[in-house]
Each structure stands twice: as C-alpha cells, then as structure tokens.
C-alpha cells in the first residue's frame, strides 16, 4: 500500500513538471492585432509575434457581437500572420481575437478587437478603388498610356525638326534659283552691247570713206 502511495505521488509530480514546463515553453499571446481589408462578406486579421518565439502554427476565435454565431479556426505548419475571414455578414459588427500555436500547446489569447463589415454598396465602391490601385492590368494600363504620351511626343519633335529642314531647304533653294536667274539675265544683256559697237564701227569706217572721197575731188579742181 505504501508503495502504491509512493508510485502514485511519483507520477503525479512528472505529470506536473511535464505541465509546468509545457507552460512555460508556450509561446507569447501575438501583439498588433488589426482587421483590414473590410469587404461584406470577408475580411483580412493580421498579427505580430514577439521575438525568439517559436510557432508553428495560430487559432483564431471569431464572433458575433450578438452572439449568435462563433467559429473557431486553427492552422498549423505554417508562418503566416495573416488570415482571411470568409462568409461574413454584411453591416455586422464582430470580435476576435488570436492565439499563437507553439511545439508545446497554445499561447493566451490576444486582446479582443472589433471590427464591422461593410455594406454591399460599400464594398462595391471599396472593390473598385482597390481594383484600381493594385490589380496589375491597370497598372499596366497607365504605363501603357504614359509610354504612348512619350512617343506621340517624339514622334512630334520629329516631325518638327523635319519641317524646319525642309523650310531651311526650300528657302536656300529659293536664294539659289534667284541668282542663277539674275546671271542668266546679265549673260542675254551682253551680246546686245556687242552688236552696237561693231554699227558704231562701220558707221565710222563709212565716214572716213566719204572724207577721202571729198578730199580726192578737191585735188581735181586745182
């Protein structure tokens, strides 16, 4: 009887160490709890582990503020401090708080934090603007069009600077054709100048023939 005593009293201490140090190995309650990405019908919980913790895992306690419906979710392998909360309802506030998985059980739970879902026209609204700001297509899309601003303004420069050659051209072409017109012009005038000397010529041999012919009678009447 003795020993079945002292058997007895020997396990239950190495029943308590064993919980005492499970105890003390579970990790910390996770820190910097928030909701984000509110939507009607989900919405996004993301957490904060302190340093040198070891987790593998978190449980996240969800419910209403009426009460009428609660959902537990617990994942494990994994390093995630992110979850999506899904098949919310509308218009409809919420509690929730968050445990961190470690080798040796479950950490406390974090702080309660509350939270409210959007209505359905607000979440279109919000869907639109968040469709806008990170879906890739748009972006995409608005660096499309910044690139086609930017060759529609090379392709104008371009077309300037060959308007202005072409403008430089024409008028050197201009200079160009008005001279060749004036020396070809010079070049008609000269033949006409010319042909005048050779009649004043004549015009002067005609008369010195006629002097000597006066000059020849004038010696015969003597």
């Known amino acids: 009887m ?51 913790e070891t987790v593998i895992g978190f449980a996240i306690s969800q419910q209403r503020q009426d009460g009428l419906m609660q959902r537990f979710i617990r994942e494990v392998n994994t390093t995630s401090h992110a979850c999506i909360l899904w098949d919310l309802d509308e218009d409809t506030d919420y509690f929730i708080q968050v445990q961190s998985v470690g080798l040796y059980g479950e950490s406390l739970a974090s702080k309660k934090s509350h939270f409210r879902t959007l209505k359905k026209s607000e979440h279109f609204q919000s869907t639109m603007m968040d469709h806008h700001q990170d879906d890739p297509a748009v972006e995409g899309l608005d660096i499309s069009r910044h690139l086609q601003t930017g060759e529609i303004l090379i392709i ?67």
């Open 2 to 52: 003795i020993h079945l005593f002292t058997f007895m009293s020997l396990v239950l201490s190495l029943f308590g160490c064993h919980i005492c140090f499970a105890g003390a190995n579970r990790p910390a309650a996770p820190v910097n709890v928030s909701v984000t990405h509110l939507r009607a019908d989900s919405a996004t919980v993301s957490w904060n582990i302190l340093d040198g």
């Open 156 to 222: 104008m420069t371009v077309l300037l600077m060959w308007a202005a050659v072409i403008v430089l051209f024409c008028k050197q072409y201009d200079i160009i054709k008005d001279n060749d017109s004036n020396n070809h012009s010079k070049e008609k005038s000269k033949p006409l100048s010319g042909q005048s000397t050779p009649e004043y010529h004549n015009g002067g041999l005609l008369g010195s023939k006629f002097q000597r012919t006066s000059s020849s009678l004038s010696i015969i009447k003597v």
